[in-house]
Nanobody, 121 residues
């Protein structure tokens, strides 16, 4: 069983910074892509940033230049450094792992439980 455990959310003032972490645990052979999605009240879940095992990154236009995604492949951990936070960044942030290879699956996808990020204006 693969689990994604997020940490680092919380309350911050506009203009501040937060760093999210997500560690994948379990019987994992490899993870192709890891990323962060967010969902604000009344809105659909959206991609924030993603990174492949080779280091290729992808960002939502709304966070480019403010957020940085990074990854430690040896630890199956992904990070999201969020700077210059805005009120509209307030949401539940979910960690995601795609194309995960385990002893019993070759193309699995997993989600974390979510962590709340609240930016006060």
């Amino acid at each position: 069983q693969v689990q994604l455990v997020e940490s680092g959310g919380g309350l911050v003032q506009a203009g501040g910074s937060l760093r999210l972490s997500c560690a994948a645990s379990g019987s994992i052979f490899s993870i192709d892509a890891m990323g962060w999605y967010r969902q604000a009240p009344g809105k659909q879940r959206e991609l924030v940033a993603a990174i492949t095992s080779g280091g290729t990154t992808n960002y939502a236009d709304s966070v480019k230049g403010r957020f940085t995604i990074s990854r430690d492949n040896a630890k199956n951990t992904v990070y999201l450094q969020m700077n210059s936070l805005k009120h509209e960044d307030t949401a539940v942030y979910y960690c995601n792992a795609k194309r995960v290879r385990t002893p019993t699956r070759i193309n699995a996808e997993y989600w974390g439980q979510g962590t709340q990020v609240t930016v006060s204006s």
